[in-house]
């Protein structure tokens, strides 16, 4: 069954450094998501992205984070300066359409930033 | 402002023992409400969407149904192996983006 992948599955930086966390979304999907999840706190949506775009971004998706498809496969995010308060699981999601249509996730980026 | 409020917390059952999660919604144009299951320190895993109110999905001993402004998640005869935190999400309006709500951490013991 085709699923969403993510690497690494931990990573471990130094504050202020830069990250960059990548996904491989399920072959046929369209649509692609950043998510994190601080430890025992909500999952929270960061971004969206489609046909090379973001669509869709939160209020935590500052100018610190952005996305990249660099080919055909790998969706990625960047944090240029990592802050303590970026510690958190990072999910990659994706679905074959925008709406209507369940998103997938991945297993997930553990980021911890000292 | 889109917000999704779940209950219990946290419950705990005795293997055998069925019972309902629930999930209260306030939200601008409902498109989708999702049901999602996660184990400690994974993705969330995608169980069940539910569009419009009285409809009914069903997996296994799980049976989700929505309402206008909540969703139950019945649990039937649960297992120990259906410990985990199950996660409801909506998406709403023209958004892309899911909207969670904290979980409920449900605990089967044998």
């Known amino acids: 069954e085709p699923e969403v992948t993510q690497t690494p599955s931990h990573q471990v930086t130094q504050m202020g450094q830069e990250v960059i966390l990548r996904c491989v979304p399920i072959?046929?999907?369209?649509?692609f998501y950043w998510y994190r999840q601080i430890l025992g706190q909500k999952v929270e949506f960061l971004v969206s992205f489609y046909n090379n775009e973001i669509s869709e971004k939160s209020e935590i998706f500052d100018d610190q984070f952005s996305v990249e498809r660099p080919d055909g496969s790998n969706f990625t995010l960047k944090i240029r300066s990592t802050k303590l308060e970026d510690s958190a699981m990072y999910f990659c999601?994706?679905?074959?359409?925008?709406?209507?249509?369940?998103?997938?996730f991945g297993p997930g980026t553990r980021l911890t930033v000292l | 402002e889109d917000q999704v409020t779940q209950s219990p917390e946290a419950l705990r059952l005795q293997e055998g023992e069925s019972s309902s999660l629930n999930c209260s919604y306030t939200v601008s144009g409902l498109r989708g409400l999702f049901w999602y299951r996660q184990d400690p320190g994974k993705g969330p895993e995608f169980l069940f969407t539910l569009y419009s109110a009285g409809e009914e999905k069903e997996k296994e001993r799980l049976k989700a149904t929505l309402t206008k402004k909540e969703s139950f998640l019945h649990i039937t005869a649960p297992k120990p192996e259906d410990s985990a935190t199950y996660l409801c999400?909506?998406?709403?309006?023209?958004?892309?983006?899911?909207?969670f709500g904290q979980g409920t951490r449900l605990t089967i013991n044998p």
């Open positions: 999400a909506v998406q709403a309006g023209g958004a892309q983006k899911l909207v």
């Open positions: 072959s046929n999907h369209l649509y």
């Open positions: 999601a994706s679905t074959l359409a925008g709406r209507y249509n369940e998103q997938f």
